[in-house]
């Protein structure tokens, strides 16, 4: 850990850090699919975000303040509000991929899920500022709606599951 103190490598918050270390190399495969400048520069900023996230988890509890705002939370939110606008309304259940970016983006959705798991079971053991599990949980669903924003960008039909159970 951060400070040199040593932990199983089965600790909740090596998971955790771990995970959150995954999706930032993950949202870098993403980013390099997007054409868009403005999406790519709001995809460096969280990378930054989950960078500094990371060496939170990465350290002892009460050792460092936590680096999410509420400035960032309220920025993905602003973002989500802004792809929903433009997007036909969802009336199925939908399947990830279609395009590239879109399926890229499902990958970045799923690990920040997980991450969002990890989180939560250090809060079960020890203290956790409530903006980062906030944070990747907000994360997750800008994750979702940027997919579909690249299948509607892209003109890529998304992906409808049909229900096997008729």
């Given at each position: 850990?951060?400070?040199?103190?040593?932990?199983?490598?089965?600790?909740?918050?090596?998971?955790?850090?771990?995970?959150?270390?995954?999706?930032?190399?993950?949202?870098?495969?993403?980013?390099?699919?997007?054409?868009?400048?403005?999406?790519?520069?709001?995809?460096?900023?969280?990378?930054?975000?989950?960078?500094?996230?990371?060496?939170?988890?990465?350290?002892?509890?009460?050792?460092?303040?936590?680096?999410?705002?509420?400035?960032?939370?309220?920025?993905?939110?602003?973002?989500?509000?802004?792809?929903?606008?433009?997007?036909?309304?969802?009336?199925?259940?939908?399947?990830?991929?279609?395009?590239r970016s879109n399926a890229l983006a499902h990958v970045c959705r799923t690990i920040c899920r997980r991450a969002e798991r990890n989180i939560f079971q250090i809060t079960e053991i020890d203290r956790m500022d409530k903006k980062a599990l906030q944070y990747v949980n907000r994360l997750s669903d800008y994750f979702f709606l940027f997919s579909r924003k690249q299948s509607f960008y892209k003109k890529s039909k998304e992906i409808i599951w049909e229900s096997p159970c008729k």
């Open positions: 850990m951060a400070g040199g103190k040593r932990i199983p490598k089965t600790s909740p918050r090596l998971e955790a850090y771990g995970t959150v270390d995954e999706l930032n190399a993950f949202i870098a495969c993403l980013s390099e699919e997007i054409d868009n400048a403005q999406d790519r520069q709001f995809l460096l900023g969280i990378q930054y975000n989950l960078f500094t996230l990371g060496s939170y988890l990465a350290s002892e509890a009460g050792t460092m303040d936590c680096p999410i705002s509420e400035e960032n939370i309220k920025e993905i939110e602003s973002e989500m509000d802004g792809i929903d606008a433009i997007l036909p309304p969802l009336k199925y259940f939908i399947l990830p991929g279609g395009c």
